[in-house]
């Protein structure tokens, strides 16, 4: 294969991989929102641990028709990502409830700083200028976009803050394990997902009554309700896999940076199928800012110098060669 075809391959599975995140993530909100409005199924921790078990049994038919080979994770490294990440669903849960809409939205933007902060600290990578500048303009179109009223209280602060942090490092650490173990999305999920659905379907049923007050085993089942729920289950499972994909090739800042695309298509979808009374000058005017700075960023970082990694290699010898092998194969996945 050319170098020329490689890199057309290459960007055609990056849009493919972007694209089926979009699609999934923007579904199972639909989703959600109709499960949680309409019908009122308010235990979202539990929830996500519904998905994770779905996610599982995925793994293990795939792993069972020989698409998942066997591949090691040490334990201490699957326990640390399965810390960080139900911290991040349980903070991100509790930032919801303690905090305005303004500053959740506010947290939520802080984690791209965040995950540019572990990049620098963890991976030693730089970023050009025009790279930061691109950042701050998305940044700031979204800001534009969904934060209105800001309150602060000191509990809420603090979820938000356990929130913002175990976030950035669960995402973070997805493109750390993949690329440090050599496995693949699917092989990843496969580790993952099963100490996930266990731990959040053994403390989530608590957590939703501590936030909710109610209990998921009074809840009124109905044969609509428990659709939405297979439904819901079902879209997750693309969710939970995409997101790993997608981390995996661009790493964690870049999929906070284009995850703020799935915000304006949110937004877009909403005022098409909802109505447009929250269509106003200032949401159009984020909504450009916002795609503006995506495209800059996805020009600049692509640059020469507009995102490195500097990596200390050995001068010569079997382990400089080694190293570089693995680095070329991940390079070409």
């Not at 201490?76 to 305005?100: Q, R, T």
């Not at 791209?112 to 790279?131: A, G, H, K, Q």
């Not at 640059?303 to 079997?318: W, Y």
């Amino acid at each position: 294969m050319t170098p020329t075809s490689k890199d057309d391959h290459k960007a055609a599975l990056d849009v493919a991989a972007w694209t089926f995140n979009i699609v999934t993530s923007v579904g199972i909100i639909m989703v959600n929102k109709a499960l949680l409005v309409t019908y009122g199924f308010t235990f979202a921790t539990t929830l996500t641990g519904l998905h994770f078990v779905a996610t599982t049994v995925m793994t293990l038919i795939l792993k069972r028709l020989g698409y998942i080979q066997s591949s090691q994770l040490p334990l201490s490294e699957l326990l640390k990502y399965v810390l960080f990440a139900n911290f991040s669903i349980v903070g991100m849960n509790v930032s919801l409830m303690w905090n305005s809409v303004g500053f959740y939205q506010i947290a939520k933007l802080s984690m791209i700083p965040m995950s540019c902060f572990l990049e620098i600290v963890l991976d030693n990578v730089r970023y050009s200028r025009d790279t930061k500048l691109s950042i701050l303009v998305v940044l700031l179109g979204v800001a534009i976009c969904t934060v209105t009223d800001v309150s602060v209280n000191g509990k809420g602060f603090i979820a938000a803050f356990i929130a913002v942090w175990s976030t950035s490092f669960q995402q973070y650490y997805v493109h750390f394990l993949q690329r440090k173990h050599s496995i693949g999305s699917f092989n990843l999920l496969g580790h993952t997902a099963p100490p996930q659905a266990a731990s959040l379907l053994l403390v989530g049923p608590f957590v939703d009554y501590w936030l909710t007050a109610k209990r998921i085993d009074m809840y009124n089942y109905t044969s609509t309700s428990m659709l939405f729920l297979i439904l819901s289950c079902t879209i997750a499972i693309g969710t939970n896999l995409s997101q790993f994909i997608c981390i995996g090739r661009f790493t964690a800042v870049s999929f906070q940076v284009l995850g703020h695309m799935k915000t304006i298509l949110i937004l877009t979808v909403g005022f098409l199928f909802f109505g447009k009374e929250g269509l106003n000058f200032h949401v159009v005017l984020g909504m450009i800012v916002a795609v503006i700075g995506m495209i800059w960023y996805g020009y600049v970082s692509s640059l020469p110098g507009g995102k490195e990694r500097r990596q200390s290699l050995p001068t010569s010898g079997p382990e400089r060669d080694d190293m570089l092998r693995k680095s070329n194969k991940l390079d070409e996945v």
